[in-house]
């Protein structure tokens, strides 16, 4: 094969061919196929020489599906015997061969046959051009439609999974995931062909610009991902501000490019961006890392692997390394491989969340300075305790105390001291219940311990031993002990009580009256002093 290459103004088919005879074309001993991003034509000529007796059929297939014109001269004994044109200016169902890479059927006859082929593309110039035949081109087909299948229905899964999640946590990480994958997804159906073939088959407007604006979402959404995914918002604040200044810009670009109508210029930019992404991405996740953000420890190694794959493709594609299949192929394995790490850090953050809300509940049961049930898991510990106790008619009683005088305590040594009173005594009443009793911190100094299978009687002595016991536990101040005590109301479930707020009124009634008895004393309902101790003001309660 040998090449021409045109810079400037173009080159007839007649020209060409005179050029060809002066030894303008320069052979391509080295096999170059990548031109890069450019607006020149090239020209190639390759000899056939079929030196049987019989006419063989050939296919010219390019595996590339870039090309905007591939046209086709067939010159025998220095005459054009055919012409055929065909590339991504023809509409796709008016081409005669329909398969998604271009090719070309020929007879070749005995003898001698040149082939002149004008090549020009808006896209990247890429000619990986082989003389093969049709059964090579199904099988190469055959080998990508696995390929793609694969690719595809990966992509496809991680977009299902992305979606259920997003739809099921409202996180908005998942949704721009999602919609980063869909741009990746259908970038890659506009550069492979597929969209041509499959999609818009007669759509050359939809042809020529469908892949620029797939790959300007692709970086609107991957902007808008790497935002939400680092949460820049927490780490790094002052650049997530910048936000809607990069989106608006971003499209304010994307129309500008349409507007201004140059297809190359398009790609170009759009290529030196994605180009940009990747070093943005990379500096973002490790100011966010250095910020503390956990999630970059997966974030930084995707984006390095797909910028890896992305690096290949676009090295062959330049012509900066020789063109190879699968290093062409590079960014849409770079990818998969991102996006099943992101993925899997996506599915990492479920389990933190989940964490987080295990112990968001578990801190919503309990009372922080006492370490005691609050009055809401209270209710519902106590609740099928209960309803067992009313179905199988067992004894079960409840017990309300409250510390005595304790607005003088706070007032007198400070809150910090009636903290202290609070802990001894939720401490002292745990080491007084049983496993199966129910014990919460009700109010500021007030606590509930619910007590199944217990009846009155039992319960009032349990009231007295913990009474007797608060009485005798002394909070250290200024290196003297202080003592408190407590009253107690104590009332027993009757079979006309319908609910568990009815008991607890009913030991609040009884608490009320040890109060008005004095205090430090055990009251049940209905109202009876089972055991008093002399009122005494907390003020005269000093050291023990
Ligand atoms: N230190 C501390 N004090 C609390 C807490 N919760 C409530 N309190 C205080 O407990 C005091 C309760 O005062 P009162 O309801 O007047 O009861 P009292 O002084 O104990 O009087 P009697 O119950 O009639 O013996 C209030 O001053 C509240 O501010 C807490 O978590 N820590």
């Given at each position: 094969m040998?090449?021409?290459?045109?810079?400037?103004?173009?080159?007839?088919?007649?020209?060409?061919?005179?050029?060809?005879?002066?030894?303008?074309?320069?052979?391509?001993?080295?096999?170059?196929?990548?031109?890069?991003?450019?607006?020149?034509?090239?020209?190639?000529?390759?000899?056939?020489?079929?030196?049987?007796?019989?006419?063989?059929?050939?296919?010219?297939?390019?595996?590339?599906?870039?090309?905007?014109?591939?046209?086709?001269?067939?010159?025998?004994?220095?005459?054009?015997?055919?012409?055929?044109?065909?590339?991504?200016?023809?509409?796709?169902?008016?081409r005669?061969?329909?398969?998604?890479?271009?090719?070309?059927?020929?007879?070749?006859?005995?003898?001698?046959?040149?082939?002149?082929?004008?090549?020009?593309?808006?896209?990247?110039?890429?000619?990986?051009?082989?003389?093969?035949?049709?059964?090579?081109?199904?099988?190469?087909?055959?080998?990508?439609h696995?390929?793609?299948?694969?690719?595809?229905?990966?992509?496809?899964?991680?977009?299902?999974?992305?979606?259920?999640?997003?739809?099921?946590?409202?996180?908005?990480?998942?949704?721009?995931?999602?919609?980063?994958?869909?741009?990746?997804?259908?970038?890659?159906i506009?550069?492979?062909?597929?969209?041509?073939?499959l999609?818009?088959?007669?759509?050359?407007?939809?042809?020529?610009?469908?892949?620029?604006?797939?790959?300007?979402?692709?970086i609107?959404?991957?902007?808008?991902?790497?935002?939400?995914?680092?949460?820049?918002?927490?780490?790094?604040?002052?650049?997530?501000?910048?936000?809607?200044?990069?989106?608006?810009?971003?499209?304010?670009?994307?129309?500008?490019?349409?507007?201004?109508?140059?297809?190359?210029?398009?790609?170009?930019?759009?290529?030196?961006?994605?180009?940009?992404?990747?070093?943005?991405?990379?500096?973002?996740?490790?100011?966010?890392?250095?910020?503390?953000?956990?999630?970059?420890k997966?974030?930084?190694?995707?984006?390095?692997?797909?910028?890896?794959?992305?690096?290949?493709?676009?090295?062959?594609?330049?012509?900066?390394?020789?063109?190879?299949?699968?290093?062409?192929?590079?960014?849409e394995?770079?990818?998969?491989?991102?996006?099943?790490?992101?993925?899997?850090?996506?599915?990492?953050?479920?389990?933190?969340?989940?964490?987080?809300?295990i112990?968001a509940?578990?801190?919503?049961?309990?009372?922080?300075?006492?370490?005691?049930?609050?009055?809401?898991?209270?209710?519902?510990?106590t609740?099928?305790?209960?309803?067992?106790?009313?179905?199988?008619?067992?004894?079960?009683?409840?017990?309300?105390?409250?510390?005595?005088?304790?607005?003088?305590?706070?007032?007198?040594?400070?809150?910090?001291?009636g903290?202290?009173?609070?802990?001894?005594?939720?401490?002292?009443?745990?080491?007084?219940?049983?496993?199966?009793?129910?014990?919460?911190?009700?109010?500021?100094?007030?606590?509930?311990?619910?007590?199944?299978?217990?009846?009155?009687?039992?319960?009032?002595?349990?009231?007295?031993?913990?009474?007797?016991?608060?009485?005798?536990?002394?909070?250290?101040?200024?290196?003297?002990?202080?003592?408190?005590?407590?009253?107690?109301?104590?009332?027993?479930?009757?079979?006309?009580?319908?609910?568990?707020?009815?008991?607890?009124?009913?030991?609040?009634?009884?608490?009320?009256?040890?109060?008005?008895?004095?205090?430090?004393?055990?009251?049940?309902?209905?109202?009876l002093?089972?055991?008093?101790?002399?009122?005494?003001?907390?003020?005269?309660?000093?050291a023990?």
């Amino acid at each position: 094969m040998a090449i021409l290459q045109v810079t400037s103004g173009d080159v007839s088919f007649e020209d060409a061919l005179s050029r060809y005879r002066q030894g303008d074309f320069v052979p391509n001993h080295d096999g170059k196929v990548s031109f890069g991003f450019t607006r020149d034509v090239i020209w190639t000529s390759v000899l056939i020489n079929n030196a049987s007796n019989l006419p063989i059929k050939k296919f010219f297939y390019l595996d590339s599906a870039w090309l905007d014109s591939a046209n086709f001269y067939f010159v025998r004994q220095n005459k054009l015997v055919a012409n055929v044109f065909t590339g991504d200016t023809l509409p796709f169902s008016s081409r005669r061969s329909q398969t998604r890479m271009i090719s070309e059927a020929y007879e070749f006859k005995p003898g001698l046959t040149q082939v002149l082929i004008r090549f020009e593309s808006k896209d990247p110039l890429l000619i990986p051009l082989y003389l093969t035949t049709e059964k090579m081109i199904q099988r190469n087909l055959e080998i990508n439609h696995y390929f793609y299948g694969f690719l595809y229905g990966a992509f496809l899964m991680l977009l299902v999974y992305n979606i259920v999640l997003s739809a099921s946590l409202k996180d908005s990480r998942y949704i721009y995931y999602s919609l980063y994958l869909v741009s990746f997804l259908s970038l890659n159906i506009a550069y492979t062909g597929h969209g041509f073939k499959l999609f818009w088959p007669e759509a050359l407007f939809v042809q020529r610009w469908a892949m620029i604006f797939f790959l300007y979402c692709y970086i609107l959404f991957g902007i808008a991902f790497c935002f939400e995914f680092l949460k820049l918002k927490t780490y790094l604040p002052l650049v997530y501000r910048l936000n809607h200044l990069i989106y608006v810009s971003l499209i304010l670009l994307m129309l500008g490019v349409f507007i201004y109508g140059d297809q190359l210029l398009a790609v170009n930019i759009g290529v030196a961006l994605t180009s940009c992404l990747v070093v943005i991405f990379i500096s973002l996740g490790l100011l966010a890392l250095k910020n503390g953000h956990a999630m970059v420890k997966f974030f930084i190694p995707a984006v390095f692997l797909k910028a890896g794959g992305a690096a290949f493709s676009a090295a062959t594609t330049w012509g900066a390394i020789p063109y190879n299949t699968f290093l062409f192929h590079g960014i849409e394995i770079g990818m998969l491989i991102e996006m099943s790490i992101l993925a899997l850090a996506l599915a990492f953050n479920l389990q933190e969340v989940d964490k987080a809300r295990i112990t968001a509940e578990v801190i919503a049961q309990y009372d922080h300075l006492t370490g005691l049930y609050n009055r809401r898991a209270f209710i519902v510990n106590t609740t099928p305790l209960w309803e067992l106790g009313v179905r199988e008619e067992t004894p079960f009683s409840m017990i309300l105390l409250d510390i005595d005088w304790f607005k003088t305590i706070n007032d007198k040594y400070g809150h910090a001291v009636g903290d202290s009173a609070l802990k001894a005594i939720a401490k002292t009443l745990q080491q007084h219940i049983r496993k199966s009793d129910v014990l919460a911190r009700w109010g500021g100094e007030e606590f509930i311990i619910f007590l199944p299978n217990t009846s009155q009687q039992a319960a009032i002595q349990l009231a007295n031993a913990i009474r007797e016991k608060i009485a005798s536990v002394t909070v250290s101040h200024d290196g003297e002990g202080l003592s408190v005590t407590a009253s107690f109301g104590v009332a027993e479930y009757h079979c006309h009580m319908n609910k568990l707020e009815e008991l607890i009124k009913l030991a609040d009634k009884a608490l009320y009256q040890a109060k008005n008895s004095g205090r430090n004393v055990v009251c049940d309902f209905p109202s009876l002093i089972t055991l008093t101790s002399q009122p005494q003001e907390i003020a005269q309660q000093d050291a023990v």
